[in-house]
């Protein structure tokens, strides 16, 4: 069964740092590049980091130098270190796979809310 499980989100205050993880299947984390995205309040939902088979990176310009994707895939978890959260951080944090090989689907987490108060 594939399946995806965030952990991490909570409430911060401006300038704090959270620690988002993703756990997943075997499966994903072996065929998968895969990705974050949030979604704000009255907001579509926003790509902001994706992160390839062998640990490639991209971001979102907004969270550039201050968030940074990570995975293990022997413990089949990803990672997102968010420091210097601002209160625009403040989203559902999804996530999801990016692609997989031979596998048309997209795969999501349930979603984990964070708060940044000012």
């Known amino acids: 069964q594939v399946q995806l499980a965030e952990s991490g989100g909570g409430s911060v205050q401006e300038g704090g740092s959270l620690k988002l993880s993703c756990a997943g299947s075997?499966?994903?984390?072996?065929?998968?590049?895969m990705a974050w995205y949030r979604q704000a309040p009255g907001k579509e939902r926003e790509l902001v980091s994706n992160?390839?088979?062998?640990?490639?990176?991209q971001y979102v310009d907004s969270v550039k130098g201050r968030f940074t994707s990570s995975r293990d895939n022997a413990k089949t978890t990803m990672y997102l270190q968010m420091n210097s959260l601002k209160t625009e951080d403040t989203a559902v944090y999804y996530c999801?796979?990016?692609?997989?090989?031979?596998?048309?689907?997209?795969?999501w987490g349930q979603g984990t809310q964070v708060t940044v108060s000012s």
């Open positions: 999801a796979t990016d692609y997989c090989a031979n596998d048309p689907n997209q795969y």
């Open positions: 075997p499966y994903i984390f072996t065929t998968c590049g």
């Open positions: 992160i390839s088979l062998d640990g490639t990176t």
